[in-house]
């Protein structure tokens, strides 16, 4: 028999894009606002792997990946969505989405994002939201799964997603010796 115990805390993770550097940049400033100090934050990249967007947000969109110096339980997935969303709203023009947020978390296992979007592979969680298994971490790197998003699929995203897990790691680590936990 399997006893339930509480899991760690995961690491708050979003890719925002827009076609404006300053709505961006507003954006991520209310998130940090939110969720506290970004401990980490990409360069600018060019969003060009779908035009999925361009009519809602514009051409030449431009896109960072955030993540969050707090770290959060994952039950709290459905909320940080919600807060997502409501950033959203508050730059919306002509009901269109001047910056889409995807937020997720990233854990010692796997990049999970959330989404409003069901699909087989996408658990519902609550309030509207389900989660996507994006990525899993298997023999010292994040691996892509048949559903992955190409961009999230991307070397250079994955180096990345790498990178920020080893701090996240450590950070994992701090937390653990603060509250006495052995570490596995």
Same mark, same amino acid.
């Not at 507003?26 to 939110?34: H, K, N, R, V």
């Not at 969680?125 to 994040?142: K, P, Q, S």
């Given at each position: 028999?399997?006893?339930?115990?509480?899991?760690?805390?995961?690491?708050?993770?979003?890719?925002?894009?827009?076609?404006?550097?300053?709505?961006?940049?507003?954006?991520?400033?209310?998130?940090?606002?939110?969720?506290?100090?970004? /401990?980490?934050?990409?360069?600018?990249?060019?969003?060009?792997y779908?035009?999925?967007? +361009?009519?809602?947000?514009?051409?030449?969109?431009?896109?960072?990946?955030?993540?969050?110096?707090?770290? @959060?339980?994952?039950?709290?997935?459905? /909320?940080?969505?919600?807060?997502?969303?409501?950033?959203?709203?508050?730059?919306?023009?002509?009901g269109?989405?001047?910056?889409?947020?995807?937020?997720?978390?990233?854990?010692? +296992?796997?990049?999970?994002?959330?989404?409003?979007? +069901?699909?087989?592979?996408?658990?519902?969680?609550? /309030?509207?939201?389900?989660?996507?298994?994006?990525?899993?971490? @298997? /023999?010292?790197?994040?691996?892509?799964?048949?559903?992955?998003?190409?961009?999230?699929?991307?070397e250079?995203t994955? +180096?990345?997603?790498?990178?920020?897990?080893?701090?996240?790691?450590i950070?994992?680590?701090?937390?653990?010796?603060?509250?006495?936990?052995?570490?596995?």
């Amino acid at each position: 028999m399997s006893r339930p115990t509480s899991p760690e805390p995961v690491k708050i993770l979003s890719s925002i894009f827009s076609g404006s550097t300053g709505t961006l940049h507003g954006a991520i400033q209310i998130l940090s606002e939110t969720w506290g100090d970004i /401990d980490y934050i990409s360069a600018l990249l060019p969003f060009t792997y779908t035009d999925y967007y +361009a009519q809602e947000s514009g051409d030449h969109l431009v896109r960072r990946f955030v993540t969050f110096e707090t770290m @959060v339980p994952p039950d709290t997935l459905p /909320d940080i969505k919600l807060a997502t969303n409501r950033v959203e709203e508050a730059f919306m023009q002509d009901g269109n989405r001047l910056v889409n947020i995807d937020p997720g978390y990233l854990s010692p +296992a796997h990049l999970i994002l959330a989404t409003g979007k +069901a699909y087989t592979h996408r658990p519902y969680i609550r /309030d509207g939201i389900y989660a996507d298994l994006t990525l899993i971490f @298997v /023999d010292h790197t994040f691996r892509r799964l048949a559903w992955t998003y190409p961009d999230y699929a991307d070397e250079h995203t994955i +180096a990345m997603f790498n990178n920020i897990r080893e701090r996240y790691m450590i950070q994992l680590a701090r937390e653990r010796a603060k509250n006495h936990v052995r570490i596995q």
